[in-house]
């Protein structure tokens, strides 16, 4: 005779359909930019994703933030980062990674550069300089997962050329010889860039040029991977970069002046950019003045 068993669920249970349908709720919810009340009391209360290990768990701030990069909605992110500071920062839970890689750094700073949120990536900026030394190194350089390359936010923005969030990283101190999984930094992916677009990309080619201006700015001292090329194939890299900018990057003439001495100013405050006069700061693709370009 068979046992008549009966299962009960608890009346907090959540099946891991329901998490499906509450997540694509709080999903649509920050898509459609609702008001952040009504977004904090869904990831509080209501919103839940289902996790690997079978387990319903709430969005933290640091998975709810990601849903306000990818829709841009700015009021939600600066709620969350002054509400949570570095906890909105953390890396997210398995789930929401692409990939087992355990030791990838937190999405948040590529993922806003790769969807040109300069709104969202300054407030974040502004929240990691509160970071203890290695904390702040450690968001700012860190390397994405092995399906990313091992990229980190500089090589995102030297591939999509967004100088703006490429100069907000730079000043804030992200440093420009990290590599990514390949050995390559990123100058070496902005000029690989270039070499692909040639010398006829419109608008993408003077948007490189300004990267590699911002780059320089903040490069001391020229290590990268494909001075080699740039020194067997002059001619070719001539025309890609201009004659000046080839020059100073294949060592074979110094930077000018003025641009000695904003990396010595930089250097000691990079804040300080701002604060230049006008027509002192390096002009976004307009960079002829600072003898990068022709």
């Given at each position: 005779m068979p046992l008549d068993v009966a299962w009960h669920a608890r009346e907090d249970y959540k099946s891991e359909s329901q998490c499906k349908r509450s997540s694509f709720a709080f999903y649509r919810a920050v898509r459609d930019l609702l008001p952040v009340w009504l977004l904090e009391e869904m990831r509080e209360t209501e919103a839940l994703h289902w996790e690997e290990d079978g387990r319903a768990r709430a969005f933290a701030p640091c998975e709810a933030l990601?849903?306000?990069?990818?829709?841009?909605?700015?009021?939600?992110?600066?709620?969350?980062?002054?509400?949570?500071?570095?906890?909105?920062?953390?890396?997210?839970?398995?789930?929401?990674?692409?990939?087992a890689c355990t030791d990838a750094a937190a999405p948040h700073l590529a993922l806003a550069v790769r969807h040109d949120r300069s709104a969202i990536l300054g407030m974040m900026l502004e929240v990691a300089a509160d970071l203890n030394e290695d904390e702040r190194r450690a968001f700012l350089d860190g390397r994405g997962c092995a399906h990313s390359g091992g990229k980190s936010a500089l090589h995102v923005a030297c591939e999509l050329a967004r100088a703006e969030c490429l100069l907000a990283l730079l000043a804030n101190g992200a440093w420009p010889h990290v590599t990514d999984g390949a050995g390559d930094t990123p100058l070496d992916c902005l000029l690989e860039q270039m070499e692909r677009g040639g010398e006829t990309d419109g608008g993408d080619a003077r948007a490189r040029r300004a990267c590699l201006g911002y780059l320089l700015l903040f490069m001391p001292a020229l290590s990268f991977r494909k001075r080699l090329q740039l020194l067997e194939d002059a001619a070719r890299w001539t025309r890609l970069l201009g004659e000046r900018a080839y020059r100073w990057l294949s060592g074979r003439a110094p930077p000018s002046l003025l641009v000695l001495c904003t990396r010595t100013l930089l250097s000691a405050r990079s804040e300080m950019l701002e604060s230049l006069p006008r027509f002192l700061r390096p002009p976004e693709f307009r960079l002829q003045q600072w003898g990068m370009v022709e």
């Open positions: 990601l849903y306000a990069l990818v829709h841009d909605h700015q009021a939600y992110a600066r709620h969350l980062l002054r509400s949570f500071s570095s906890r909105a920062l953390e890396a997210p839970s398995p789930s929401f990674r692409c990939c």
